[in-house]
Structure formats: C-alpha cells, structure tokens
C-alpha cells in the first residue's frame, strides 16, 4: 500500500471513529437511546478504539489516552451490561 493509501485509510478510520461517537451522543441526547443500553456502548467501544488508532498514527498521545479511557469505560459497561443480563436468565 502506498503512503496516499496509507493515508486516506487512517483519514477514514479517523472520521468513522468520529461519527460513531458523535451518532452515540446525539442518540442518547434525543433519547433514542439510552446510556445503559449495549448500542450506545458498542458505538463509543468502536469510535474510541478506531480514533485511539488514529490518533497514536497522528502521534497525538494525549488524544490516544483519552481515546484509550473512553474505551476501557466501554468495555466495563458492557461487561455490567452482559452480567445483570446473565444474572436475570439464572432466575
């Protein structure tokens, strides 16, 4: 792959990571969806991992940081998320 392509594909991992992000907020936001709902999770779980790539490509560590706390906060929810539904099929 040519630096170009190299480029645009980062560029679009960049932008896609974005709208994932931004569609969570402004879904919770007009509540269509809610905070503790595994789509709203899964969004912000894909956007930060993908503007936490980006970012590290870009050199922007502080941003890479952010990107990397906004996932493991992802990952933590789904993981409650998964347990209290786990825990309601035991009964």
Same mark, same amino acid.
Do not use: C, H
């Given at each position: 792959?040519?630096?170009?392509?190299?480029?645009?594909?980062?560029?679009?991992?960049?932008?896609?990571?974005?709208?994932?992000?931004?569609?969570?907020?402004?879904?919770?936001?007009?509540q269509?969806?809610?905070?503790?709902?595994? &789509? @709203?999770?899964?969004?912000?779980?894909?956007?930060?991992?993908?503007?936490?790539?980006y970012? @590290?490509?870009?050199?922007?560590?502080?941003? &890479? @940081?952010?990107?990397l706390?906004?996932?493991?906060?992802?990952?933590?929810?789904?993981?409650?998320?998964?347990?209290?539904?786990?825990?309601?099929?035991?009964?």
């Amino acid at each position: 792959m040519s630096e170009t392509q190299t480029e645009w594909v980062i560029e679009i991992i960049g932008w896609v990571g974005s709208a994932a992000i931004l569609l969570a907020y402004a879904l919770n936001s007009y509540q269509r969806i809610r905070s503790d709902q595994p &789509t @709203f999770q899964w969004l912000n779980l894909i956007g930060g991992t993908l503007l936490m790539g980006y970012t @590290f490509y870009k050199d922007a560590l502080a941003n &890479t @940081f952010l990107n990397l706390v906004w996932v493991v906060v992802a990952i933590v929810a789904l993981a409650r998320l998964f347990r209290k539904r786990t825990a309601k099929q035991d009964r």
